[in-house]
């Protein structure tokens, strides 16, 4: 039992401070953090630092995933065939539509330049991987693999193939934290494809979205596609955010209740794009302007 | 205390903290999720009851933020709860040692609810409220999982 002889016993006259002082230093430098994280914003310091720090143990956690990963390799020769085989179809479809749409940019172009309108067509994109889902189900986040050295910044917007994703809210070194539409409290500002009419979707904390300030005699109706207004400066004009799944007004409220579909498949696939919001303030320096240094929430409550 | 003797000891507990921090941010299903044990609770505990004059609050707090970074919580969430788990955990600790292993989870059952409803508390001011009854999934879960863990720690101590 040598355990105890050398130092589990607690000595007579410690020289060490009392515990409770030493509890009470932590509390208040915890709370301390805390008041500034939250309020001041004023950690990012702090942040990069401790994310550095906990980067590998973000690279053992997802270490399973790249394992199951290597099983891709081993798949087999006819169902690569018959994958294979499918593509190029699809891919000799998918150039046709492309060649479509290249004349029809050609065209927009043109009228854009007509109408004298300073919309950025080209957009800057940077794919990154996500390393993690929220391990928290009642948060609605992902981190990434990409952060400050590969230029991503607070309040940067992320899309997939079907639409709004969410925004950047935490930026790390190496990795960043991103925020789901689907989060409560965050909104973004979208408009009805059929009709232009302009209102915020807001999360609604699970798995969809809600459309909260919409006036009884809006033009909405179930199938309505939303898409961003591009208004607030935060997400570029004219990506999909959802479908209308659900118009319901209950006598006597004043707005209605209306639920939305992502068009993003947030919590599938393993790659997303991070968009650089030119048309917003012009030349790709709109993010880094002082005025969006935090990753203050598009904040939708009135 | 010498300090060769002192680097042995800080060995297993960093591994086992280091192991902890893995397994909370680990990837799981949304129905384990719910469920997933405040691992890193358990580990600093384990080692408070256990070397109490080595493992401390300081323990607590700093795993507690590196906690905090990794679940992007805001920053000293887990820090606040981790150290007051810690100094309950190092005032029970000569009664918890007494018992069996499977009495001790029970023992502690305060210290971890303490923990749990601290992270709640914070959620609630920070904007992020959410109150079903599965938030408090994880103090049963670490209080199931003590009687397996905590010799499967004291191995560690050898």
């Known amino acids: 039992m040598a355990k105890f002889g050398d130092g589990d016993v607690k000595p007579l006259f410690s020289k060490a401070p009392p515990l409770s002082l030493k509890v009470l230093v932590f509390v208040v430098l915890s709370l301390a953090l805390m008041f500034m994280d939250q309020r001041l914003d004023n950690l990012q310091t702090m942040r990069l630092a401790l994310s550095a720090i906990a980067q590998p143990v973000r690279w053992i956690a997802d270490f399973p995933q790249s394992l199951s990963s290597l099983g891709d390799y081993f798949e087999s020769r006819e169902q690569l065939r018959v994958e294979n085989r499918a593509l190029r179809r699809q891919q000799l479809v998918l150039r046709a539509k492309v060649e479509r749409l290249q004349s029809l940019q050609a065209e927009n172009r043109r009228i854009r330049a007509l109408l004298q309108s300073a919309e950025a067509l080209k957009q800057r994109v940077l794919i990154a991987g996500v390393l993690a889902a929220s391990p928290d189900p009642y948060r609605h986040y992902i981190m990434l693999n990409k952060g400050s050295l590969d230029g991503v910044y607070a309040g940067q917007p992320l899309i997939d193939s079907h639409g709004v994703m969410g925004q950047v809210t935490q930026v790390g070194l190496m990795s960043s934290v991103a925020n789901l539409i689907t989060d409560p409290n965050y909104g973004v500002p979208v408009e009805i494809n059929r009709d232009g009419l302009q209102t915020i979707a807001e999360g609604g904390g699970d798995g969809q979205l809600r459309l909260p300030y919409l006036p009884t005699n809006a033009d909405i109706r179930t199938g309505d596609r939303l898409v961003t207004s591009g208004l607030g400066g935060r997400y570029p004009a004219g990506y999909p955010v959802g479908t209308v799944t659900n118009v319901k007004h209950k006598a006597g409220q004043y707005f209605l209740s209306v639920r939305a579909k992502p068009s993003a498949h947030l919590h599938q696939g393993r790659e997303v794009l991070l968009v650089w919001n030119d048309a917003a303030g012009g030349a790709g320096s709109a993010a880094k302007s002082p005025d969006t240094p935090t990753p203050a929430p598009l904040s939708a409550k009135p | ?158």
């Open chain 2, 1 to 158: 205390m010498s300090a060769a003797a002192r680097l042995p000891t800080w060995l297993p507990v960093g591994v086992s903290v280091l192991a902890a921090l893995v397994l909370s941010v680990i990837p799981l299903p949304a129905a384990l999720a719910a469920v997933r044990p405040a691992w890193v609770l358990l580990v600093v505990v384990f080692w408070n009851t256990t070397l109490p004059r080595r493992v401390g609050v300081s323990v607590a707090w700093i795993s507690g933020l590196l906690l905090d970074q990794l679940t992007g919580t805001v920053l000293g969430e887990h820090a606040l709860a981790l150290t007051l788990a810690s100094f309950g955990a190092l005032k029970l600790q000569e009664l918890v040692r007494t018992f069996p292993f499977w009495q001790q989870g029970l023992a502690l059952l305060p210290v971890f609810i303490v923990y749990e409803f601290v992270l709640f508390w914070i959620d609630g001011v920070t904007g992020h409220a959410v109150t079903p009854l599965w938030r408090w999934a994880p103090v049963a879960s670490t209080t199931l999982l003590w009687p397996v863990m905590a010799p499967a720690l004291q191995l560690l101590d050898r």
